[in-house]
T-cell receptor
Framework: EDQVTQSPEALRLQEGESSSLNCSYTVSGLRGLFWYRQDPGKGPEFLFTLYSAGEEKEKERLKATLTKKESFLHITAPKPEDSATYLC??????????FGQGTRLTINP | KAGVTQTPRYLIKTRGQQVTLSCSPISGHRSVSWYQQTPGQGLQFLFEYFSETQRNKGNFPGRFSGRQFSNSRSEMNVSTLELGDSALYLC?????????????FGPGTRLTVL
């Protein structure tokens, strides 16, 4: 069965303090790993899709990387507005996404 | 381009009632997926529709059903509501149904069952 585990569950950083969020997965025939950001009371907002090991994508202060067993979301010099829950999901085929439980990130000014 | 819209945004129902939620995908998108989000279980896949046909279904009881119309708008229905059905119901739209297509989520409908 496809499984996605995110760590840590919660992370509190000071503004400007860089860190990484982890997403480890077990899925046969990965057809995409997705990162989303979710603010309280809102739907997930798409960030990145990664398809193959070694792939990297960047957007502003965020950089996502992928290996054969896990993905990292690196956040560089974060700002308070980066506070949110970050969700990782995998897809084996069709449109069904399997989500991790998320990492709740808080950036203190 | 307008994003995914969901109506209503909030609903309060009592046990035993039924409810219908609506989702309008991004213009031009033909695939709609539904998810349930709860604090304990996280985001769980309910079902996916493409061209008015259900293509994929998650592990939910038959009380959960859905449909898609010719304009790609979708509805999901929950009958005989239970307390455990309280959740945020999210709709996601995709351009086609290919495996490389990204799902874009709406704001969700918050359902509270009393």
């Amino acid at each position: 069965e496809d499984q996605v585990t995110q760590s840590p569950e919660a992370l509190r950083l000071q503004e400007g303090e860089s860190s990484s969020l982890n997403c480890s997965y077990t899925v046969s025939g990965l057809r995409g790993l997705f990162w989303y950001r979710q603010d309280p009371g809102k739907g997930p907002e798409f960030l990145f899709t990664l398809y193959s090991a070694g792939e990297e994508k960047e957007k502003e202060r965020l950089k996502a990387t992928l290996t054969k067993k896990e993905s990292f979301l690196h956040i560089t010099a974060p700002k308070p507005e980066d506070s949110a829950t970050y969700l990782c999901a995998v897809r084996r085929g069709a449109q069904k996404l399997v989500f991790g439980q998320g990492t709740r990130l808080t950036i203190n000014p | 381009k307008a994003g995914v819209t969901q109506t209503p945004r909030y609903l309060i129902k009592t046990r035993g009632q039924q409810v219908t939620l609506s989702c309008s995908p991004i213009s031009g998108h033909r695939s709609v997926s539904w998810y349930q989000q709860t604090p304990g279980q996280g985001l769980q896949f309910l079902f996916e529709y493409f061209s008015e046909t259900q293509r994929n279904k998650g592990n939910f009881p038959g009380r959960f059903s859905g449909r898609q119309f010719s304009n790609s708008r979708s509805e999901m229905n929950v009958s005989t509501l239970e307390l455990g059905d309280s959740a945020l119901y999210l709709c996601a739209s995709t351009l086609e149904a290919g495996v490389t297509d990204t799902q874009y989520f709406g704001p969700g409908t918050r359902l509270t069952v009393l």
